[in-house]
């Protein structure tokens, strides 16, 4: 890069010079993707290790429809999200779920909520 300043060469010095800026930000780019990969495989150990899941507690949520048809579009939709039918006890228009996840629990909810279902 030196020579072709030295040379008045302005193309190679452009073409160095481009080279070497590329260099650098892939460079830096390529450590902070790994630092914020480091962090976050810190975090989620961290996380896994001070709230370790208890498989015996389960909660209860009761879903109360309209018609019973909107009780099976419930059931299929919950299915395709990744509920097994075993975790659902269904009598009439009701829906009683016992699931262990939180995150599933809160999906179910907003599902039933969007069906216009009464959740107990």
Do not use: C, W
């Not at 976050?40 to 209860?60: F, H, M, R």
């Not at 909107?70 to 699931?99: E, L, M, P, R, Y």
């Amino acid at each position: 890069m030196i020579d072709s300043l030295l040379n008045n060469n302005k193309d190679d010095f452009s073409a160095a010079f481009v080279s070497e800026i590329q260099d650098r930000i892939t460079t830096n780019i390529v450590d902070k993707n790994v630092k914020i990969s480091q962090n976050l495989l810190n975090d989620v150990q961290s996380t896994d290790e001070d709230q370790p899941i208890d498989e015996a507690k389960t909660k209860s949520t009761t879903y109360t429809f309209i018609n019973s048809s909107d009780v099976k579009k419930f059931i299929k939709a919950a299915s395709q999200a990744g509920v097994g039918k075993k975790n659902f006890n269904i009598k009439g228009k009701t829906v009683t779920s016992s699931t262990i996840d939180l995150d599933m629990e809160q999906l179910l909810h907003f599902l039933a909520k969007d069906m216009k279902a009464k959740v107990t």
